[in-house]
Every structure is written in C-alpha cells, then in structure tokens.
C-alpha cells in the first residue's frame, strides 16, 4: 500500500493534479451521423422521473437515454467485426485501462489539413526525441480539434465530399496493433477514424486493426494541451456495460503540478 498511499498524499498535498478530458455530456453533444442506408445512434437524453415533488418529495430521479458511443467514449473490441470475439467493455481488464500517456502533437498538420493522417514516421520521429510508446499506454493524438466540441456542425465538419477530421493512416493502424505494447488511442475527434476512414484500405483501419488486436479507442477528448508529451498518467472509466461495445466514459489524466 506504500505507494498507493503516497499517491494519495500527492493528490491531497496538489503535487498531483487531476486534468479531466473528458467532454461533458447533453443532448447538445456532437454525435457521430452515418449516411444513409446505415442506422445512427440516439444522441443522448434525460427523462425526468422526479423532481423534489409528488413523484419524489425528497430526490431528482432521470432516465438516461443514450447510444453506446456518444460524447467521450470508449471503443472495445467487440465493436468491430475483426474484434466480435473479444472483450466487451465490462470483461476489459481495469489494468489496461489505466497506463501512461504518449502525448503526440500534430496541430500545425491538421491545421494546414483538416484531414490530415498521422504516419508511423510522425510517431517514430515523437519516439526519437521521448523514447518508445509505453507498454500497457495510450497514444493521444493531439490535434486541435476539441476547440470544435461544443460544435456539432464545425465537430464533424461535413461537406459534399463527406466529413473531414483527421486520424491515422491504414499502415500506422496496423503497426500501432501489432507492433508496439500499447492498450489503446485516444483522440480528440468523433471516431478514431479520419472523417473519411472508409477510403483506407481496409475501410476504417483505425477500428480494423487496434479492435482486432485487443487494443481499444477513445474519443472526444478534451485538454490535451494540459499534458506533457511523457509523464501523465490517463484513467479511462466506462460504465461496465455487459455486451456492450462502448461506452461513455470518464477520462483523466494525473500530472505532477
């Protein structure tokens, strides 16, 4: 308990802070919108059951309305095809969902190019000066994009062509899967696809390879700009949903103050 306890203190003393990257969720937060013929989540609702009145003198009681992916959320392995016979969100282990962070910054790219695809050559370049990923990490793309959150329209950024928002390529996917020890990639965008991942070969590579590779997404996050490149530690906390192939989530990240 020796350094669960002085991990307390920390926290308790300020040395320790608690950024949240999480984006706060309502009916108002931008969801994914899939084009016909594919079906779309709900957006997420309350429904008042009471309210300090004859329902309820003494409670505010609401019913959640909600789709699994909505908001800030985690991807697990049964939400893709290449990972159907994996892990649900309630049977991830708690110890991968919390880990180092490996914070990769490409806000001049996506500025320049808002569907812009981040290469293994940009994560090789971020390891030659921070050293390799970390085992049982996360990658965080850092791209901007959380300044768009509270913006359905400029969030998804959708025109005649489709949606553009940037991601990964289809071979950083597949080496992120299968060469490098990390749990997951979070990303600050709808999806851990690029808004027009159904051009990669395969079609959305980013859920193809990590899902079916044990590996996992989150999205939407917010405050990047908070962490340093090395050194945060990132907890991922989504409801254990049994069956489930997501899950809102909250997620922090532990920083020295």
């Given at each position: ?44 609702r309350l429904e008042e059951v009471s309210r300090f009145d004859e329902r309820g003198p003494f409670w505010m009681h609401h019913n959640i309305h909600t ?174 949903i049994v069956g489930g192939g997501g899950s809102p989530a909250r997620v922090y990240a532990l920083v020295d103050a």
């Open positions: 308990m020796q350094n669960a306890n002085a991990l307390a203190a920390a926290l308790a003393a300020g040395t320790i802070r608690i950024i949240d990257l999480t984006n706060p969720l309502s009916s108002e937060t931008p969801t994914l919108r899939l084009p016909e013929p594919f079906a779309n989540l709900i957006d997420f789709g699994e992916h909505i908001g800030t959320h985690l991807d697990a392995p049964v939400h893709w095809i290449t990972g159907k016979d994996g892990h649900d969100v309630a049977s991830i282990p708690p110890s991968r969902l919390v880990g180092p962070a490996a914070v990769l910054d490409v806000t001049a790219q996506v500025a320049e190019n808002p569907d812009y695809l981040v290469t293994v050559d940009d994560i090789r370049a971020w390891e030659a000066q921070h050293g390799a990923l970390p085992e049982n990490g996360w990658l965080l793309l850092r791209t901007g994009w959380d300044r768009f959150a509270q913006d359905r329209e400029a969030f998804l950024n959708i025109d005649g062509t489709g949606s553009h928002t940037p991601g990964m390529t289809a071979e950083t996917a597949r080496w992120l899967a299968e060469e490098t020890a990390i749990s997951g990639v979070g990303v600050e965008t709808v999806g851990i696809d690029a808004g027009r991942g159904a051009e990669l070969d395969p079609p959305f590579a980013a859920h193809h390879h990590l899902l079916g590779n044990d590996k996992y997404g989150i999205t939407s996050l917010q405050n990047l700009r908070a962490l340093p490149a090395t050194g945060a530690v990132i907890v991922v906390a989504p409801l254990p």
